[in-house]
């Protein structure tokens, strides 16, 4: 039996997210031209665009000014954590049923995005770290991320201030994932979150985890012999132990330990042993194998940094709420796509949905938003010019 086809629209698209958005951001017309619809527009086309908000205004022929465009935004959109509050209802808003029905492995994690520039109400909206692209200071975005295959969903976001633990930087993501309705069956951390205090929060709230534990202590030619994890990363053989972290404040958790080791395989100028240190709780791990296979999935949320990146406005602003705000477009702009592949595009199958994410890529659809702007707002082919053009 023929099943019925369907066509899917760049309008369908648009509609689709518009309504999302807009149903959580709550916003409002800001004068005859700067109409709700026509600034998601002017939103969807610039970061389809990976552009500023200057540029898709000028490059639209009926969207009004830049400086109209960021004037709507600032009186319509609600304070800092209070939007945080609203882009995480809409991160959640389409997750299947079936996430919530067991519990699933989540990733955490924290992307830096470089800042250049001077805070605008108070320091802490600067991020410190180590230097990238020229610079130490960033943005900071902590996002968790549901790991199932076809349903790879950012389900929260979290605005990091500066000098914010950590701990308590887990603790709302996952008190926004619970908000949800989802639960964890295990976590998969970044290195970044290896502390006394990340460990000890999720031992008290009984969250099994996986992270790699990074070379620290002596080294191998001290003449007490190497120290801290370093002892685990010169092994040549994989196998278990256990291992007592302690902080400055004399605060200690206890953590098993799993090496994995494995050739270089023939990496630029590395040969011989390389061994995979991983610290790990309230797991049962039938073997390094599966240490190692398992952290692995964790690195799917690098693709959504990836894909981020390929939607995130373009700014140079110093206001922390316009930048928020387009970083959580651009996830949300991703949140969709995935939600098209696996309710609409996904071919029925016994056993489950089979997946073609080839059927619309994602530069795919942000192009497909791009021209719908073009075409109902109008494309600017021409500017001004001090003398004739050439015959």
């Known amino acids: ?134 610079t130490s200071h960033f943005h900071a975005y902590a996002t968790l991320y549901v790991i199932r295959k076809g349903q790879r969903f950012t389900v929260a976001l979290d605005y990091v201030l500066r000098g914010e633990a950590l701990a308590d930087v887990v603790r709302g993501l996952l008190q926004r994932a619970a908000t949800a309705g989802l639960r964890p069956r295990y976590l998969l951390l970044d290195r970044g979150f290896y502390s006394v205090g990340v460990i000890r929060y999720l031992q008290a709230a009984r969250y099994p985890f996986l992270m790699p534990a990074p070379c620290r202590g002596r080294h191998a030619g001290h003449p007490r012999g190497p120290g801290g994890t370093r002892v685990f990363h010169l092994q040549k053989r994989g196998g278990w132990a256990r291992y007592t972290l302690r902080d400055a404040s004399g605060r200690t958790a206890t953590v098993g330990i799993c090496v994995k080791c494995r050739n270089y395989r023939g990496q630029w100028r590395r040969h011989g042993r390389q061994a995979l240190v991983y610290a790990h709780w309230g797991l049962r791990p039938s073997s390094p194998q599966w240490v190692y296979t398992t952290y692995r999935l964790r690195f799917a949320i690098e693709t959504t940094y990836r894909q981020l990146r390929q939607a995130r406005i373009a700014t140079s602003t110093r206001d922390p709420v316009l930048r928020l705000l387009f970083v959580g477009l651009a996830l949300l702009l991703r949140n969709e796509w995935v939600w098209w592949h696996w309710a609409v595009f996904a ?43 050439p015959p």
């Open 1 to 134: 039996m023929r099943r019925p086809q369907y066509t899917i629209t760049a309008k369908d698209l648009h509609d689709h997210a518009a309504r999302l958005l807009q149903r959580h951001l709550r916003l409002r017309d800001h004068g005859p031209k700067c109409t709700v619809q026509t600034l998601l527009l002017v939103l969807f086309y610039a970061a389809a665009r990976l552009t500023s908000l200057a540029a898709a205004c000028a490059a639209l022929r009926d969207a009004p000014s830049d400086q109209a465009v960021r004037n709507a935004l600032r009186a319509t959109l609600p304070p800092l954590f209070d939007l945080q509050h609203r882009l995480n209802g809409a991160l959640a808003a389409r997750l299947p049923q079936g996430l919530r029905r067991r519990r699933q492995p989540l990733a955490i994690d924290i992307t830096l995005v470089p800042y250049h520039g001077q805070f605008l109400y108070h320091p802490d909206e600067i991020y410190r770290s180590q230097p990238k692209s020229g």
């Open 347 to 389: 071919h029925p199958r016994r056993g489950g949905r089979a997946l073609d994410l080839g059927q619309l890529p994602f530069r795919t659809l942000l192009a497909w938003l791009e021209h719908l702007a073009e075409t109902l707002l109008g494309f600017c082919s021409q500017t001004n010019a001090h003398h004739p053009s």
